[in-house]
C-alpha cells in the first residue's frame, strides 16, 4: 500500500489516502513520530500499529482531560472515554495507565465521594451503595464506607436536615408528609429510619 497523501483535519487528526483513497484518520503527533510521507510503502501490520498508537495517545489525552476537571473512579473514567469514541481496548489501557501513575485511585475515590453523598448531598445508605457500585466501587470497600459513614446516628441526622429544607410544614400537611416520605425512601432511607426520625421530629413538635 501506498502513502499517497496526508492532509490535517479538525481535533488533532491527520487523514491518510492510501493508493490514491481516503482510509483512515489517525493522531498528527503519531502521524509526525513516524516520520511517514507521501510516497512512503505501508503495510498492513505498519498501519494497524499506527492505529494502535493513535488511539492509545488520543485515550491518553482524553484521560488527563477528564481528571483535570474531577477525580474519577477506574469504571467511570473507562466508561467516559468509551462513550467518547475511543476504543474499548485503547479505553482500558488508558485507564490503567491512569491508575499506574496514581492518578486514579479507587480507594480515595469512594472514600471522598461516599463523603460527599452522606454529607452533602444527605443520601441515605441503599442509595450511596447504588451510586458506588455504579462507578464500580468493589463491594467490600462499600462496606466499609457505609459503616463508617452511614451509621443510623447520621442517617436520622440527614433525615431531619432533608425535612427542615424540602418539607418544613410536613407535620402540618399530611399529602407534604407523604411526598417527604416518598422523597426520603427515593433517597434512600429505609421505612424503619424514616418512621423514627418522624416520631422523634413529633415528640419534640
Known amino acids: 500500500m501506498e502513502l499517497t497523501a496526508a492532509e490535517p483535519r479538525r481535533k488533532g487528526l491527520t487523514q491518510l489516502f492510501i493508493d490514491g483513497e481516503a482510509a483512515v484518520k489517525i493522531d498528527t503527533e503519531v502521524f509526525l513520530r513516524a516520520k511517514l510521507k507521501p510516497g512512503d510503502e505501508l503495510t498492513d501490520e505498519a498501519l494497524r500499529e499506527l492505529l494502535e498508537a ?13 481528571l483535570e476537571h474531577r477525580n474519577h473512579s477506574k469504571k467511570e473514567l473507562r466508561d467516559k472515554l468509551v462513550w467518547a469514541q475511543i476504543d474499548k481496548d485503547a479505553a482500558r489501557a488508558a485507564a490503567e495507565r491512569m491508575e499506574e501513575l496514581g492518578l486514579v485511585d479507587d480507594d480515595r475515590f469512594a472514600r471522598d465521594y461516599a463523603r460527599e453523598l452522606f454529607e452533602r448531598k444527605r443520601y441515605g445508605a441503599a442509595r450511596v451503595r447504588q451510586e458506588l457500585r ?47 416520605f416518598a422523597a426520603l425512601q427515593r433517597l434512600g432511607f429505609s421505612y424503619e429510619l424514616i418512621r423514627r426520625a418522624l416520631e422523634q421530629a413529633d415528640d419534640e413538635f
Open 134 to 180: 455504579l462507578k464500580g466501587i468493589d463491594s467490600g470497600l462499600i462496606d466499609e464506607l457505609v459503616a463508617e459513614y452511614g451509621g443510623e446516628d447520621a442517617a436520622l441526622e440527614n433525615i431531619r436536615s432533608v425535612l427542615e429544607k424540602k418539607y418544613a410544614h410536613w407535620q402540618e400537611d399530611e399529602k407534604v408528609k407523604r411526598r417527604a
Open 54 to 66: 493513535s488511539n492509545a495517545r488520543r485515550a491518553q489525552e482524553k484521560a488527563l482531560y477528564l
